[in-house]
């Protein structure tokens, strides 16, 4: 069997922690900026943890070499 591949486009969205944990950018601040409130945008900022079920299913599929 081949070496399974990381996925090119999981690789820039996700980062995998020391513990195991998936972090991910926030959603919804590619455009559209003008329709958000000051709060909204300044809320979106940093990284969130994925639940732990849709973590294990990133690491499992998409980045199966972190």
């Known amino acids: 069997m081949p070496k399974m591949k990381t996925k090119s486009g999981a690789k ?6 020391g513990t195991g944990k998936v972090l991910h950018a926030q959603r ?3 455009h559209g900026m003008i329709k958000r409130t000051k709060k909204q ?11 732990k079920s849709d973590g294990e299913n990133v690491r499992k599929y998409f980045l199966p070499n972190d």
């Open 41 to 51: 945008i300044r809320n979106l900022r940093g990284t969130r943890v994925l639940f």
């Open 28 to 30: 919804g601040k590619r």
């Open 12 to 17: 820039k969205r996700f980062k995998v922690t």
